[in-house]
Structures are given as structure tokens and as C-alpha cells.
């Protein structure tokens, strides 16, 4: 909402400056968003005066021409065809800048001829569409003064916010209102009184449906002419960047702004018979007055006369229904529209327009009646006529309503102690009628607040005069109940995987939670309800089953960009169903490139699934759980390498992670080069450690008695996991084996074809003794005996 | 008998000039050796008279001692000639470097969540979580966002296909939906904090179709809104690690908060930067207000019993603000020069005890 500080003052009698002006609207739930003051804009623009204007040398278009501004002569070269001598305008010197392109003017020499400032067109200075020529002022105008000033430009324009609630602030009379009863000055109650009618309005009016328009006042106003409205109604329109047209169309957007009230003005001779307000009937269409065509269903509000609909009732008129020129009579329309099926009506047909804007949110009902007087005696003022008496069809709905308030709510709810007669006071400042009833006060909303029907609406009233910044600060209570606090286990888990991904070298992305649908496919069965109805864009259209579409194609990039090696994690839910249940938390990683920059020491090698499964062992045994004890199998989804790949899991169903190489049809649909592998940890869903009683981790048992290390060669079929050769070792003796590790993994000469000789070490510690040679030698024919039987396994 | 003198400094005179250890070994050997001639000189002893013993007994056991020390010294300090010579040889260029790994690094998103839960958490605050893709009971219906209000054209909202009961899904639009799971879950009083990803269908140079709110929720028996200013003025002292911060508190309006505020920092812009605490200029940092009572009765709380407040605060631009990063769309774009700059190391995990803090009064 826009207005000039004149105007506010014409309903706002105070002495306040307009910075004091400006922190009280904001104060008050208005807040200033801008305040504009072309006077500080156009400061060094000043009038001047063509004295002589010849043609340029070396340019026909070309002229050059002497400015007198007041006090000196400048040579100025000047494009415009209306650059002669003796016109008077608007004059900008060297160094400063034009408001509305932000160019800052140097002196310079054009084709050969030095200038030193320009005369300015309307455009340029923000005064109007005007570019064909330069501002023509009239003669007199006073040369050397400021040109701001001779165009009664010194009045800053305010741009406050409105919130929803506050349709009341939609007119300047209703700001002015607001700010007087703030304390800044008074109101200056606008003239509502009756324009005596001298005839009958010929036109009558009819509501088949008062749900929709509860009320319709309308005159006949017979002989008018139509013509530019006044310069200080053009200027106020202006000043909101709104054109003005002419005095009939003017009047109407101006008392939008001015009172908050929308209204229509009818060319009286266009009407066929009477007005008829009805629902209308689906399938009727109308051509409104943006020229575009409207089909409606059965649930919007039209106004037709005995032949056709002529406008959409509170949202916008016809093409045909507003005035011209040429109008010799009128008829006023100012009625109430019912606010939620004018705010249907309107996203409906996707309509954007002041009226609606006010009657969606809910005009002042009584401004019915006043506004139509104030209306009708602008239009006698501005263009004559003889008005005729007023029709009101219907009733003006009551929204006012009579709420009880207990006063020491203000201190309960707003945490500032304001007295009972203070409570009253602010009320009553603010136009509510306000009863004492002892313990709590009868309190009778003024018309014009529709958004106020709780006693916290009223506190809030109070409060935001009261000034919301005496609100006292209080430290927040202990809870009236001990709750829990801080991380939940699932939460801790999360942050540690971050964290330890990152620890890796891993950098973490946030990617949208959007992938185009094709990215989408990739990775599962794409569910249609998955799609969003309205993406953003075509290329974000699906909700990601899936962290690596965005990741691998992040690399994508990135390459292009010249990064070869990359290294990339993000942690967040994907989708497969709209449920919660479908959002599953997941920490994703990609390496793509090479594990390090070539180096004169080693050879970097390509990223390999070992990377990844490194990235997802690590990363799981940090959050606590143990990857050792979980089976690694080669069955990761289709997305993968399917020979370079694997599953981290608990038993089929408990998926813990994936890793592997990506499959390279998916990088090549993705557009990315590879070497690129990954890993998907499902921290979602994975089970929480049980509750431990305390948090001891019990003494360590340690044992003092030497290790002892014995390494074994074993040949076996080359498909055998080594993981299964590792757990029949094990299988041997659970307690005296500590560890088994590989050390060798072997094919070719030497083996036979469809073999591969796998190299462990495995290390025993006894808790009790020292181990003696025959021991020791037991136990490691017990290892070969037990790797023969039950992996196939011979030693090499 | 030579004289036992010239004998010592002949041999000594020899080791010193022995050039390596071999020469030094040879000489012990031929002087101290079974057959040396020093060993011969003992062996006559026994050949001596009682008198000439006692005289040249203790002389030649000096002379052998003094001989063994200078053997090992020379040896000694061969060992170290020879030492420092290997290690010479062995010096390398210690300007060239390890093979280096990359180092990892935390998103800015995921540091600023972390730092807001650690601030709450000091408070008393527990930390809720839900669901991105929300009912519209959720997102708007229980928050008294009726379909016809105004409000819900300032929520550009993504929407799903319809059900066959005509319901649509929709991507939250705030964090909001999170106070209405956190209380129709469990019994009050609640004290939560609901971070996390949020969407609406608008994209432009300071609007990204995703971003991050963290939703504040407070309901008790006695909490009003003197609470919710400390509660704020605390949170943005700690966040922005100064004391001397200014916070203006502002009527505005949201359908689920009656009364409601918008809050303001004190900041100064300077060459289109943001500074915060400085300057006399403000900047919208959040909404809130006192939970509104149709709220409450949506989720069958009492409002003559329980009230409370409730904020939202946009996480991507409080990072933005405390850390200088002037492009929101850069936050998504997972450009490496981008995530190396902005990131956060792994072990830079936000607490209350690692941060900057002015205490009150030291001025």
C-alpha cells in the first residue's frame, strides 16, 4: 500500500515529522517497507531555459544548445526533437544522477562538441511514460529554481506493508485513523454527509443471492462530463504509479485508495434495463476490462442487466461496463461482496485486482453507504450532473461483535502490565466501544475490524499501541513438568555420520530434494504420485527416491568445472511414498577421479568399491554399529557395478548400506564420466543400540602373555569370498584367534586356471600362558585341516 | 725396559692418526693384543724382583688403562664421523610433500542446525523431526489456514496429485506442521525445536524452491510473550556471538499466532554486506507470536489452561548472515570451490564453551 505524506495529512491533522511518522506506522503492525522522497532525488534538478539552439556540426540529429540554469550559460548537446530555443524545462548538471537508470552525468564531448548536462524527458526523471521529448514547462516557469519544487514533487511517498488482518489499513483514511489512535494527531472524519437526489434512479437493482452480495447501493448521476480529473487527484495517482485516465475511471481507483472502498462507475446508457446480481451459471462467459474472457462455473458472483452479464462482482467489471469519454450519465455501484467466494472467484480465475484484494479480506460495511455520497460528490465536483436518489437493495452485513475481556490478559498473554483504564483507553483510541463490567470488560468491535473476534485479538490491539517494545524480556521458567532435552539417539547418529564422512575427505552438499522424473527412473520404479503437480521447473519435477541422481550429476558438473577428483556426501531423506513412513533418512557419498593428485612419490589409483565400502564400514562403526558382524553380499541394486558391488546387511529385509561402482549405463544417462563409485548408508533404519544401564564400558582384559602370528597360503575356487575363508578360521577357536587379515590375493602362474591363492595372517593371543611350539603347531593344523573341509581350501 | 713414557706417546700418537676403525683395531691389537707390546711389557713382570714390581706394577697397569680409554675414544669418535658423513648423505628435500588428501568438510546448512540445536538444547529444548511431504491438516487446516484465507496465497505451495478422496499432499511449507505433530503426540508442556527442509514453488534471486526453517514451540501454564523476547534476544546473542546485539519486536500477523511479531536485528549495510550489531538499519529475521487458541483447540488443548509461543526462523539466511555468504541459490549447487569455501571442518562441532562471548559489564 502506497500513499504521499500530503495525502495522509489531509485526513491526519498532526505535527509529527515523517521520521517519527514512519517508526510509529511500524510500530503500530504497519510497517514502512520504503519511503521514497523525489524531492531528494531531484535535488539538482533544476529549470532552465533554452537561450539558443543550433544545429550540431556533424550530426543531423544533433543539437547544440545554450542552457541558461539561473545563474550561468552551458553548452548542452541535446538529442530531442523539441530541443528549440526559448523552451523552458528540466535541467540536470554534470555529476549528478538520474533517478530512474542510476546513470551519473560526466561531462563529455559528442562528435566533437563538448556538453556539460542534459534537459531531462518525463521518463527519466520518473514523471511519466514521455520519451519522445524533452519536459516542455511553460514559459514562465521560474528559471534557476528547483524543479521539484515548481512541480510540487516535495512529498515523500510511503510504502507500507499490510497484513492479512489488517484490511482496515487499505485506505489512507483508515492509516490515518490507525496513527491518530497512536497518538499522533487527530482524524479528520471524512464528509459522509447524504447528496440530496433529485430524481429517481431509472435503473433498479435486484440480489438474487444475498450470501454472495449482501447489500448493493446504486445512483443514477445524469449529465455528466467526463474529462481529465483534477491535477491534485492525477498527482496522488501518480505518485502511486497508477495512470490517470480520465476523471470517472480516476475517481473509482482513487477512492480504492483513499477510503479503502472499491466501487464501479456504470456508463448509465450501456445498461439494458436493470442490474441483476445472481451465482453465476457454469459455462457464462464474459470479456472483462483487461480484455481477456472469463468462463465461469456455478459459484461466482455476477452482476448482469436484462441482456447480459456486465461484470464479476467484487473482483473486476466487463469490457463494456466502465465509462468513456463520450459518457453523458452514470450509474454507481457500491456494494459488499461476500469475502471467501470472492476470494474462490478470484484464484479461480486467476484475477488480480485492487477490489478484490479489498473485498477478500473484507471491506468496512459501512462504508456502503458513506462511500457512495463521497463518490457522487467527487463526480458533481469534477464532472457536474444531477444525481438521483440512492437504491440500497439488501443490508449491510454486522460484523461488528461484542467479546468479553478480562484486562489482566494483557499482562497473562503479553507479559506487560498495563492498568484497566489504560486497557479501556487504547481500546476505546481505537474506536471499540468498551463497557466495564468489573472483572472483565464488554468490548464492541468498531465495523471496519472483521479480523478481531477473540479476546488475544484484543490483547494485541492493546499491545501494539501500547508499543510492543515495552514488552518486559523475562527468562523462560523451568518447565511446569520435567521433559526430555537435547539429541535424540537417531539424532546423535546422524550428526556422528556427518561428521565422520566428512573426517574422510568427503565434502557435504545440499542438494535439492527435486530430480527431473528421467533421474528419478534411474533409480526404481518411479510412483506418479511422487511427481509434483507444480515442479518449479520441468527438471525438478520428482521427489529423489534416491541421494545419488543429484550427487553423480554434482560431479558432473564439477568436472566441467576442471575438478577432476571428487569426493561428495549429503545427508538428508529421500521418497518412496507420500506417507512418513516413505521418507527414509540416508547418508550418501561419491568418489569420483582418482584418490589423489599424481604425486612424485606414488601413482594415484582410480576410486575403486573398496573406497566406497571403506567409506560405509567406517562410517557405520562410528554410529555404532559393528559391520563385522554383519554379511556382505553381492546383491546391491541395479544402480551398481552388479560385479563390483555389495550389500552391508543384517539379514535380507535390514539393509544397512551399499557400495560399489557405479553401473556405467547410469553414468552414461546421467552424462558423467567415471571412475565414480558410492556408497548409500540407510541411518534411517537401521536398529539403535540397546539401552545400557550406566554408561561403564567394564574393565579392559588385557592380556599379558606374547602373541603369536602364523601366516598360511590357501588355494581355493576364485569365486569363494575371502570373508567365508576368514570365518572358518575363526570358526577354529573363537577365543585364542584375535585377528585374521589378508594379506595376499594371488592368480596366475602357478595356480590353476579358475583358482586364486589367498595369503591371512592370522594372530593368536592366550589369556592364561605363554603357547608352546606344539601348541601353537596344533592349532595351525587344525586351521589347515578345518580350511580344507569346509572352504575347499589346500595349502599352498 | 723402554721407557714407559715414549711407549705411551708413540701409541697414542698412532690411534690419533688411525684413519678408520680397521687402522684403530689394529693398532689395539698390536699393542694391547695377547701379543701387543704392551701385553709383553705385563708378561715380564713376573720375571721382576718384589722391589721392581711395586715400581713398574702400578706404571704399566696405568699405561694399559690409559691405552684401552684412548682406543675407545678414537673409536668414539670415528663412529660419529662416520654417522654424521651417512646422514649428509641422506638428506633430502624437505620443501617437497605427502601425497595429500583432501580434507573433508561440513555444509554450512548442517553447522548452522547445529549450532541453533546446541543453543535450544542449553535452554531445555528437545529436538522434533517430521515429515517433508505434509497433510494439508498439517500444514494449514490445524494452524487456522482456512483454504479461502489469504494467507494461503503467501505460501507458494507444491502440491501432489490428488487421492481419490480429493486430498492433496504437499511439501511443507514451513515448519510450522511440526507444532501440531509434536502436540497432538504427547501430553504437554512442550519445549521443542523442529529443524529442517522446507518448500515453496517460488525461485528468483533471493527465493530457492528449498530452504531450511527451524520452528520453535513453547507451551506451558504461565508462558507469554516476555518469555518468547528473552527467548529470542538469548538465541540471537549466542548465534551472533555478540551481547551488544539490538532486537526490535514488531506487531504483524500470522493466522496461527495471535498476538503475532516479526522481529528485526539492528544491522548495518555496508558495500552489500550485512553487518550485524552494527549501524542503525534492521532486518526481518523471524515471526512469531503466542500460540493462537484456535491452535490449541485444534490439537484439544485447553487455552484457559495451557499457552505459549511459537517462531520460525529461516536457517539458510541466518548462515548467510553470520558467516558473509551474499548467494542464497549457492547453497544448493554443490559446487566444490563453493563447499571448500563456506564448509566447516569435521571436528568443528559447535558448543556453547567454543564460542566468542562478551560477558556483561566488562566494558
Known amino acids: ?796 | 725396559m723402554q721407557d714407559l713414557q715414549s711407549l705411551e706417546t708413540e701409541i697414542t700418537a698412532n690411534l690419533a692418526g688411525a684413519a678408520d676403525l680397521d687402522a684403530v683395531e689394529n693398532i689395539r691389537i698390536a699393542e694391547l693384543g695377547k701379543k701387543g707390546r704392551v701385553s709383553l711389557l705385563m708378561r715380564e713382570l713376573g720375571k721382576m724382583t718384589p722391589e721392581e714390581k711395586k715400581e713398574f706394577g702400578p706404571k704399566l697397569n696405568q699405561l694399559k688403562n690409559t691405552l684401552n680409554d684412548a682406543v675407545q675414544s678414537r673409536k668414539d669418535s670415528l663412529e660419529t664421523e662416520l654417522l654424521n658423513k651417512k646422514l649428509q648423505s641422506e638428506s633430502v628435500d624437505i620443501t617437497l610433500s605427502a601425497a595429500e588428501t583432501d580434507l573433508g568438510s561440513i555444509h554450512p546448512i548442517t553447522q548452522v542446525m547445529d549450532e541453533v540445536t546446541e543453543i535450544f538444547t542449553e535452554m531445555g529444548f528437545s529436538v522434533a523431526e517430521g515429515p517433508e511431504i505434509e497433510e494439508d491438516f498439517y500444514n494449514f487446516t490445524a494452524l487456522n489456514i482456512p483454504e479461502e484465507h489469504p494467507a494461503r496465497q503467501m505460501h507458494d505451495t507444491f502440491y501432489f496429485p490428488e487421492d481419490e478422496e480429493g486430498n492433496r499432499k504437499v511439501l511443507r511449507t514451513h515448519t510450522s506442521p511440526m507444532q501440531i505433530r509434536t502436540m497432538l503426540a504427547g501430553e504437554p508442556p512442550y519445549r521443542i525445536i523442529a529443524p529442517g527442509r522446507t518448500y515453496r514453488n517460488d525461485s528468483d534471486a533471493t527465493h530457492t524452491p528449498m530452504f531450511h526453517q527451524v520452528e520453535a514451540l513453547v507451551i506451558d501454564k504461565d508462558i507469554h510473550m516476555g518469555h518468547l523476547k528473552w527467548c529470542i534476544e538469548e538465541f540471537c546473542k549466542k548465534f551472533y556471538e555478540r551481547d551488544d546485539i539490538k532486537i526490535r519486536f514488531r506487531p504483524s500477523y500470522f493466522p496461527f499466532t495471535e498476538p503475532s511479531a516479526e522481529v528485526d536485528i539492528g544491522c548495518a549495510f555496508e558495500d552489500g554486506e550485512i553487518l550485524i550489531g552494527e549501524g542503525d538499519d534492521w532486518l526481518e529475521i523471524m515471526g512469531c507470536g503466542m500460540v493462537n487458541e484456535r491452535v490449541l483447540e485444534n490439537v484439544n488443548l485447553d487455552p484457559s489452561e495451557y499457552q505459549g509461543f511459537a517462531f520460525g526462523l529461516g536457517l539458510d539466511r541466518a548462515a548467510m548472515l553470520k558467516w558473509g555468504i551474499p548467494d542464497l541459490r549457492d547453497f544448493f549447487a554443490a559446487d566444490l570451490r563453493w563447499l571448500k569455501h563456506y564448509g566447516f571442518q569435521a571436528l568443528d562441532i559447535p558448543s556453547l564453551s567454543t564460542r566468542t562471548s562478551v560477558v556483561r559489564g566488562s566494558k
Open chain 1, 1 to 796: 500500500m502506497k500513499f504521499t505524506l500530503s495525502w495522509l495529512k489531509t485526513y491526519l491533522d498532526t505535527d509529527a515529522e515523517l521520521n517519527e511518522i514512519s517508526e510509529t506506522l511500524t510500530a503500530i503492525g504497519l510497517e514502512v517497507e520504503d519511503i521514497h522522497d523525489p524531492t531528494e532525488e531531484l535535488k539538482p534538478f533544476v529549470i532552465a531555459r533554452i537561450e539558443k539552439a543550433e544545429q550540431h556540426p556533424n550530426a543531423d540529429k544533433l543539437r547544440v544548445c545554450t542552457v541558461n540554469n539561473g545563474t550561468e550559460t552551458i553548452q548542452v548537446v541535446c538529442g530531442a526533437p523539441n530541443a528549440v530555443t526559448g523552451l523552458v524545462g528540466a535541467f540536470a548538471p554534470s555529476g549528478c544522477t538520474i533517478p530512474t537508470n542510476g546513470l551519473k552525468l560526466k561531462p563529455t564531448n559528442i562528435r566533437g562538441v563538448d556538453s556539460n548536462g542534459m534537459m531531462c524527458s518525463e521518463r527519466e526523471l520518473g514523471l511519466g511514460d514521455d520519451h519522445d521529448g524533452i519536459i516542455d514547462l511553460p514559459k514562465d516557469a521560474p528559471v534557476g529554481t528547483s524543479f521539484a519544487e515548481y512541480m510540487k514533487l516535495n512529498d515523500p511517498v510511503i510504502e507500507i506493508a499490510i497484513t492479512p488482518n489488517h484490511q482496515d489499513a487499505l485506505g489512507v483514511y483508515g492509516i490515518a485513523r490507525d496513527l491518530a489512535a497512536a497518538g499522533l494527531g487527530t482524524l479528520k472524519v471524512a464528509d459522509t454527509s447524504k447528496v440530496d437526489g433529485k430524481f429517481e434512479s431509472p435503473i433498479k437493482v435486484s440480489i438474487e443471492n444475498t450470501d454472495a452480495c449482501h447489500v448493493f447501493a446504486g445512483r443514477y448521476i445524469r449529465g455528466v462530463k467526463n474529462g481529465p480529473s483534477p491535477e491534485w487527484m492525477q498527482r496522488r495517482l501518480i505518485s502511486l504509479g497508477m495512470k490517470p485516465i480520465s476523471a470517472l475511471v480516476d475517481i473509482t481507483n482513487f477512492m480504492t485508495m483513499d477510503y479503502g472502498r472499491p466501487l464501479h462507475v456504470f456508463d448509465a446508457d450501456n445498461i439494458k434495463g436493470n442490474l441483476n446480481v445472481r451465482l453465476s451459471k457454469s459455462g457464462e462467459t464474459l470479456v472483462a476490462l483487461d480484455d481477456k474472457e472469463y468462463t465461469f462455473d456455478d459459484e461466482m458472483c455476477i452482476i448482469e442487466d436484462d441482456e447480459a452479464i456486465n461484470s464479476i462482482g467484487g473482483v473486476m467489471g466487463g469490457a463494456d461496463s466502465g465509462t468513456y469519454e463520450t459518457t453523458t450519465n452514470v450509474f454507481l455501484e457500491c456494494a459488499w461482496f461476500d469475502p471467501i467466494r470472492t476470494a474462490m472467484t478470484g484464484r479461480k480465475l486467476g484475477i488480480e485486482s485492487d477490489a478484490r484484494y479489498r473485498f477478500e479480506r473484507g471491506v468496512d460495511p459501512a462504508t456502503v453507504e458513506d462511500g457512495i455520497e463521497i463518490a457522487t460528490r467527487l463526480i458533481l465536483d469534477m464532472c457536474g450532473g444531477e444525481p438521483s436518489d440512492v437504491t440500497l437493495t439488501g443490508k449491510a452485513p454486522t460484523i461488528s461483535k461484542t467479546l468479553s475481556m478480562r484486562p489482566e490478559r494483557v499482562r497473562e498473554l503479553g507479559g506487560v502490565d498495563i492498568e484497566k483504564a489504560e486497557v479501556i483507553d487504547i481500546l476505546e483510541r481505537l474506536h471499540f466501544a468498551v463497557e466495564d463490567k468489573g472483572a472483565t470488560l464488554d468490548v464492541t468491535t468498531p465495523s471496519w475490524r472483521c479480523d478481531i473476534d477473540r479476546e488475544p485479538d484484543l490483547v494485541e490491539e492493546v499491545l501494539r499501541i501500547h508499543g510492543y517494545d515495552k514488552i518486559n524480556v523475562e527468562p523462560l521458567p523451568h518447565s511446569s513438568r520435567e521433559i526430555v532435552t537435547g539429541l535424540s539417539p537417531l539424532q546423535r547418529r546422524i550428526r556422528t555420520a556427518k561428521r565422520t564422512a566428512a573426517g574422510r575427505g568427503l565434502r557435504e552438499a545440499v542438494t535439492w530434494s527435486f530430480v527431473p522424473s528421467d533421474h528419478a527412473k534411474l533409480f526404481g520404479d518411479l510412483d506418479p504420485n511422487m511427481v509434483l503437480d507444480n515442479p518449479v521447473s520441468s527438471d525438478l519435477d520428482a521427489m529423489r527416491p534416491n541421494l545419488l541422481p543429484n550427487l553423480i550429476t554434482a560431479a558432473g558438473r564439477n568436472v566441467d568445472r576442471g575438478n577432476k577428483n571428487i569426493a561428495l556426501f549429503e545427508a538428508g531423506n529421500q521418497f518412496s511414498s507420500d506417507t512418513p513412513e516413505g521418507q527414509h533418512f540416508v547418508l550418501a557419498g561419491i568418489r569420483r577421479g582418482q584418490n589423489h593428485e599424481r604425486h612424485w612419490q606414488k601413482a594415484p589409483n582410480d576410486v575403486d568399491v573398496y573406497d566406497a565400502k571403506a567409506d560405509a564400514v567406517t562410517i557405520l562403526n562410528a554410529i555404532g554399529v559393528n559391520a563385522s558382524t554383519a554379511q556382505v553380499v553381492a546383491e546391491a541394486p541395479a544402480w551398481y557395478h552388479p560385479g563390483r558391488s555389495g550389500v552391508i546387511r543384517l539379514g535380507p529385509k535390514n539393509i544397512m548400506a551399499y557400495f560399489g561402482e557405479i553401473h556405467p549405463a547410469i553414468l552414461k544417462s546421467l552424462d558423467v564420466e567415471g571412475p565414480l563409485v558410492a556408497f548409500e548408508i540407510m541411518v534411517g533404519n537401521m536398529p539403535l543400540p540397546r539401552a545400557k544401564a550406566g554408561n561403564s564400558r567394564g574393565a579392559l582384559k588385557a592380556s599379558d602373555f606374547q602373541a603369536v602370528e602364523r601366516d598360511f597360503a590357501f588355494v581355493v575356487k576364485e569365486d569363494m569370498p575371502s570373508e567365508q575363508i576368514i570365518k572358518v578360521i575363526k570358526s577354529v577357536d573363537k577365543k585364542l584367534i584375535d585377528n585374521i587379515s589378508v594379506f595376499d590375493v594371488y592368480q596366475g602362474k602357478g595356480i590353476d586356471e579358475g583358482e586364486k591363492s589367498i595369503a591371512v595372517n592370522v594372530r593368536l593371543q592366550p589369556m592364561d600362558k605363554t603357547m608352546t611350539d606344539e601348541e601353537i603347531e596344533e592349532v595351525r593344523q587344525k586351521i589347515i585341516a578345518t580350511v580344507e573341509k569346509k572352504a575347499g581350501g589346500t595349502l599352498r
